[in-house]
Structure formats: structure tokens, C-alpha cells
């Protein structure tokens, strides 16, 4: 019970770690709520199973949500066992505004992200273009955040938080760049509705151990969890 930790929250050393990569011994541990951070494959394997078990359930693979018959599953599953299932915003930033203009009716949104070359690699991109050959700026995809975040699972996941907090999937537009000039990743977000426009430019640090990856998410998973847990949250 999420509100039964808040109340009463055990210090760090009064927390028991378990460290298993055995998924029976996972699931056999009590626990309330389960953060995935391993991929879209995992999820798509253990996302129901921790969902029927009535535990909560926050993903940060959002884009394995493309695949509409998946996503009922999960919401099938999280209604039957009065589980949650949140999605975190990751480098996603003003997804709160934007979720909320859009439900005056009809938005829309388009996405470019341009990355270095190195977040590229070893994925679809290389098939498109010669990466290694690159000395300019070079869009390889331009598409739907459908076709963007199931061919990209591991590095536009954003684009699909971003879809479904707004136009959907199959009306959110996508570009992606590689770009060998930056050394950072750069996202620009156009957002239109009855109520507001907004235009968002940033430029993310990509996660060292992981450049696909930007290195702000891990930290926007931990204000989930307090924002979960805590008693005064931010950005809802």
C-alpha cells in the first residue's frame, strides 16, 4: 500500500535488499509497486504477470504501448487486480500541460530529436544511414510516433509518451536525426491546441553507460516515486 509507506517509511537501514536475476524468486518477494527500467521485451514478458498480482506497475518503455492489443492487457489486468499502472515522463518535459490542453479536444504534435551519432548506434538508424560517414546533420526517419518508438525501442521512447499524453500515436509527427556535430541530445517539441500553443527546446546529457539514453531519467523516476509517496507532490 503506497499511502501505508508513506505514513510509516523505513529508513535505508531498515530495508531488506534482495538482488536476484531469477524471476520466481522476483515475484515471490512482498512488494508494492515495480519499476521497470529493462527494456520493452521485459515488459511485454512480466508486464500482466506483475499487473495480476496486484502490484503496481510504473514503465519507462513506454514505447512497447504501441502495440494497441498489448496495452489492453495491461489495462485489463490492472482493473481486475485494482493495480495502477503509471507512466513515467522521462526527458519528456511539459507533458503536464500538454496533457492537459489536449483534453479540450482536437491538438496536435510534432517531435524532432537529434542525437549524436554514438546514440544511434546499433540501431535501425545504421541501416539507413552510414553513420560512420556522417559529417552533417542527417534525417533518417520522419514518421508517426508508432512507427518511431517500435522501430526505435530503445531510443524514442519519449516520442510515444509524448503521443499518447496528446494527438496519439498515429497523429503525433516524428523526425530523427543523427547529427555529428552535437554532442548532446536535442529535442524540439510543437504542440497546438484550443487553448495554448507551445513550443519546447532543450538539449539532454546523454547517460554515460547508456547513450541511447538521456542521463536525466533515472532521476525522473525517482521524483515519481516520491511524488507516489510523499506527502506534497509536484507536476501532477
Excluded at 508513506?6 to 515475484?27: H, L
Excluded at 499487473?51 to 514505447?63: M, P
Aim: proline share 5%.
Amino acid at each position: 500500500d503506497l499511502h501505508k509507506h508513506r505514513e510509516n517509511k523505513p529508513s535505508s537501514a531498515q530495508v531488506n535488499w534482495t538482488f536476484t536475476d531469477d524471476a520466481e524468486t522476483f515475484f515471490r518477494i512482498p512488494f508494492d509497486l515495480v519499476v521497470e527500467a529493462a527494456g520493452q521485451d521485459a515488459l511485454r514478458q512480466y508486464g500482466t504477470r506483475v499487473l495480476d498480482s496486484g502490484r503496481h506497475l510504473l514503465i519507462t518503455s513506454i514505447g512497447a504501448l504501441t502495440d494497441d492489443a498489448f496495452f489492453g492487457r495491461l489495462v485489463e489486468s490492472a482493473q481486475k487486480s485494482i493495480a495502477r499502472i503509471f507512466l513515467i515522463s522521462g526527458a519528456l518535459p511539459a507533458v503536464d500541460w500538454m496533457a492537459a490542453a489536449a483534453l479540450t479536444g482536437a491538438c496536435s504534435t510534432a517531435i524532432t530529436q537529434a542525437k549524436p551519432v554514438a546514440s544511434w548506434r546499433g540501431t535501425p538508424a545504421a541501416e539507413v544511414v552510414d553513420l560512420a560517414g556522417l559529417n552533417q546533420p542527417t534525417c533518417f526517419f520522419e514518421g508517426t510516433a508508432r512507427e518511431a518508438a517500435s522501430r526505435f525501442p530503445k531510443s524514442s521512447n519519449i516520442t510515444a509518451m509524448l503521443a499518447l499524453a496528446t494527438a496519439g500515436l498515429d497523429k503525433t509527427k516524428v523526425k530523427l536525426v543523427a547529427d555529428p556535430t552535437r554532442s548532446e541530445m536535442h529535442t524540439v517539441i510543437d504542440f497546438r491546441s484550443e487553448v495554448g500553443n507551445l513550443r519546447v527546446e532543450w538539449s539532454g546529457v546523454p547517460l554515460e553507460t547508456n547513450p541511447k539514453t538521456s542521463a536525466d531519467v533515472p532521476f525522473t523516476v525517482i521524483k515519481a516515486l516520491r511524488n507516489l509517496t510523499d506527502t506534497v507532490c509536484y507536476g501532477l
